[in-house]
């Protein structure tokens, strides 16, 4: 470990200017996410035959009525991005806490209650590595058809297991000392121990986890509403603009450019958050 | 390699592939009427009954699971609505495609990503190091689906140098394996560099430099060799996540291979198609972690002992 990025006043000081900016970029997305109205006066799904294809405001026919241009729809492009923020951040949202909830509750099951628990929950884990995000998502879409629905419960299937590893993997170390040990001794039951002695010492690096596996879910989201099994049209999203885009890169290369910005300056973001939570929360990186 | 270690991990991945089977059939019999997503919309009543008898789904459930899992070893999934053919046929004749490109994509991983992995861990901490894991960052943080747009845009709609879809040349494979290569370069480089870092700071190789060999002879002999193991476990895991990624890229390239054939079966409720495909990208996560189990005791003998 060298010791100049791990010395005490970095550690400290946890907004350093990248970690900063990628707070910003969060910040803004959320607000599309949850008030786009507030954001953009233009409507994300009327269309108007009329203004379509229009380019961004600046280039020639372009307007500042249309900042970044129509689609082939003459629909606003600006508003259908600050309106496809919500299912990305939804999705992932709610995704990442279901999982989490989900993966933390069998990984303690499964280390608290011993081996037949601990059999059938590194089965389960093992299956999945046979059955990942997208086979799950595409078989759900084929039985109960493509939607939002879809894709937070193949997240949820798909996503649970690190957790639960993490989470069985720290109380078997945890379980052996002293602090466990003695209020077993003075006679906390299981759930007491678990929740109040267990689980605020994993926090840290659930938090770690669960932060990159947010900027993966926002990918995959995206990625399904690109390949049409998630938001369905003609609702917004990042994705299903993307896979709009496709068919116009010849004429209208704005179609397909916006969209992505969008997303990888929210994934980026909160990657950079991630990796530096991860300096500040993770035992691993912080020097004795 | 002991013949207890080769059954422990052949019954395991036998019982990945019945766990799959059986998430499958459960899935399909919470959706309701398994025979529905098996016709096409057209079928009249008596096409339906025929159907359902001759699957069996007038029986009880454990005799239509056991039914189910006999179809699955058979690899008998029913007929391709939209080809009329049997659906892993149908299947298997788009799996050439998908392998040629996933096999691609990891060359050109490799091929960028471990140089680079392995000169940011030797060159830590200098601008080289930054430039390159920030790099990484940005290509982790970029799905595929955007990058090979962004490709078609450059390559094949403005300077006209590649063609943007379809899968007839070597050209056409050259856009789509870029484009999942360089997200996985990401991923490899990252992981090459931890790697290289963690046994560079071993007592070996402390001890190999004390008593003075060569540099290069370090490197290569004790560096990278070590550094192999946890780079293979990741060149696994990433050949998997190819495979899903090449459902992604054949949809952006139109690229005529699994992937973009079960999300095509998928638009037309080609449901015996979609399941086919599935089961068969499934098999070959399974087999390649297979395949991979058996090769870790020939690179480090200390594995097959382990639990």
Known sequence: ?288 | MTLQYFLRKLSQAILIVWGVSTIVFIAVRLSGDPVALMVSDTAGAEQVQALRRAYGFDRSIPEQYLAFLERVARGDFGESLRFNLPALSVALDRLPATLVLAASSMAVAVLIGFPAGILAAIRRNTWLDRVAMMLALLGQSTPTFWSGLLAILLFAAWWRILPASGGETWRHLILPACTLGWFSAAKASRVLRSAVMEVLSADFVRTARAKGVPQSAVFLKHVLRNALISVTAMLTLEFQLLLGGAIITETVFAYPGMGRLVIQAVGTRDYPLVQAVVFLFSFLLVLSNFLVDLLYPLMDPRITRER
């Open chain 1, 1 to 288: 470990m060298s010791a100049d990025a791990h010395s005490p006043t970095m550690r400290n000081r946890f907004w350093t200017p990248g970690p900063l900016i990628a707070l910003a970029v969060l910040a803004i997305a959320s607000l599309w996410a949850v008030a786009p109205s507030l954001l953009t006066g233009a409507n994300p799904v009327r269309t108007r035959l009329m203004e379509n294809f229009q380019p961004i405001a600046g280039l020639p026919g372009g307007s500042l009525a249309h900042p970044l241009g129509t689609d082939g729809l003459g629909r606003d492009l600006f508003a259908r991005i600050v309106y496809g923020a919500r299912p990305s951040l939804l999705v992932g949202s709610i995704s990442v806490v279901l999982a989490g909830l989900l993966g933390v509750g069998v990984g303690l099951l499964a280390g608290y209650f011993g081996r037949l628990w601990d059999l059938i929950l590194m089965g389960i884990a093992d299956i999945q590595l046979g059955f990942p995000f997208l086979l799950m998502a595409i078989t759900l879409a084929a039985i109960i058809g493509p939607g939002l629905h879809t894709a937070v419960i193949a997240l949820v299937l798909t996503g649970w297991v690190p957790y639960a590893r993490l989470a069985r993997a720290e109380l078997l170390t945890m379980r052996e000392q002293q602090f466990v040990q003695a209020a077993q001794a003075a006679g906390g039951s299981p759930i007491r121990i678990m929740l109040r002695h267990i689980l605020p010492n994993l926090l840290p690096t659930l938090i770690v986890v669960a932060t990159f596996s947010f900027a993966q879910m926002i990918i995959m989201e995206s990625a399904l509403s690109f390949l049409g099994l998630g938001v369905q049209p003609p609702r917004p999203s990042w994705g299903s603009m993307l896979s709009d885009a496709r068919n116009y890169l010849t004429t209208a290369w704005w179609i397909g450019v916006f969209p992505g910005i969008a997303i990888v300056a929210t994934v980026l973001s909160v990657n950079v958050i991630g990796e530096r939570l991860r300096e500040v929360l993770d035992p691993r990186f912080r020097s004795a």
